[in-house]
């Protein structure tokens, strides 16, 4: 897989870095989703780490996950694997996140092996999208998204990122 | 003993106010620094402010503790509770049971300031361990290590001690398109 150079001073070169907060509200399967968290959210290659956590930087889980498979670890200790990882981070953590597709959108564009449609939007800084039977709206991409409003039936997944170190 | 330094340092404190900034070091990559300004009333009230590189208030009325954040459209609201986890300065804000829920040691003083060791007494705490920086009789600084190794450091400056603090800081009422969720 793809390998992680390392910048000068120590810190790891990411393909994509953002940090910021999320929530995950309404219903699925009839199950009731709320959750919120802070997050740092990483790429190098196809391998997406995801920390949650509280506003003072406390993590929570750290969700590890490539296109075949995905690994998390709880502050418990607790460690979990499975070949998805939406399935794993809701199991785990009751967040409900669409990670496969996410980690596209959050870098503002839709996912390149899936259909989409362009949905007409209220202003010039937001572009919607459907894809894998989601409403996406992607707010003041510059290049990135700062803020991502994901709709799938009664779920909704709010994304603001603060920042892309 | 220095123990006791500690807590007259806090439990004769009934209000602090100042700024503060965070520091969340991580094993890869750049540290994440935010700032902010926070208030303190004990027992039990507190205010936390996020200014930048984002908004985001956590506020402690004495039973609930609301976490309002203006992008993401959303305030949650929750009981007090163990409530360390939304700020330090619910710990700094905590009635005088501090042993209660943390077993304290006393640790090296660093220039000029006495640092104590605060480990949460129970086990599935989001912290592992906390240290509180003392300095002249009053907390200067804070580390926090998570169950992942990461350390969040919080530095406080431009404190004022035990002035009247006025009662609306404490309060938080939701803007009206903002989504309510009590957790």
């Given amino acids: 897989c793809a390998s992680v150079a390392p910048q000068p001073g120590g810190a790891v070169a990411h393909d994509f870095a953002a940090d910021g907060r999320l929530l995950a509200r309404g219903e699925v399967d009839g199950r009731q989703v709320n959750e919120n968290a802070n997050f740092r959210w990483r790429r190098s290659g196809e391998t997406v780490t995801v920390e949650l956590g509280s506003p003072l930087g406390e993590t929570r889980a750290r969700l590890v996950a490539t296109p075949r498979e995905a690994s998390i670890r709880m502050a418990d200790g607790r460690e979990a694997y499975a070949t998805d990882a939406d399935e794993l981070l809701t199991e785990l953590t009751g967040l409900t996140l669409p990670v496969s597709q996410l980690r596209w959108w959050i870098e503002g564009q839709p996912a390149p092996t899936l259909p989409v449609k362009e949905l007409p939007t209220e202003s010039s800084s937001t572009r919607s999208i459907e894809q894998a039977g989601w409403q996406v709206s992607f707010y003041d991409a510059a290049p990135y998204p700062k803020r991502l409003v994901l709709k799938h039936e009664s779920l909704e997944v709010r994304v603001a990122v603060s920042d892309w170190p | ?183």
């Fill in chain 2, 1 to 183: 003993d220095t123990l006791d330094a500690l807590k007259s340092a806090l439990s004769g404190t009934t209000s602090l106010q100042g700024r503060f900034t965070q520091t969340v070091s991580q094993h890869k990559g750049k540290p994440q620094q935010s700032a902010g300004d926070f208030a303190i009333q004990r027992p039990g009230k507190f205010r936390w402010a996020y200014a930048t590189p984002y908004e985001q208030l956590i506020v402690g009325d004495g039973s609930e503790v609301w976490l309002y954040d203006p992008d993401l459209r959303q305030a949650t609201v929750k009981s007090m509770g163990n409530a360390l986890e939304s700020s330090p300065a619910a710990l700094l804000a905590g009635d005088n049971a501090l042993e209660k829920n943390y077993l304290i040691k006393p640790l090296a003083s660093k220039n000029g300031v006495d640092w104590f060791e605060a480990k949460p007494r129970q086990e599935d705490a989001g912290f592992s361990n906390i240290r509180l920086g003392l300095k002249n009789g009053q907390v200067v600084e804070m580390e926090l290590v998570d169950r992942f190794e990461q350390l969040t450091r919080i530095r406080f400056d431009g404190v004022k001690r035990n002035a009247r603090l006025d009662a609306s800081l404490f309060r938080f009422t939701p803007p009206k398109d903002v989504d309510v969720v009590r957790e």
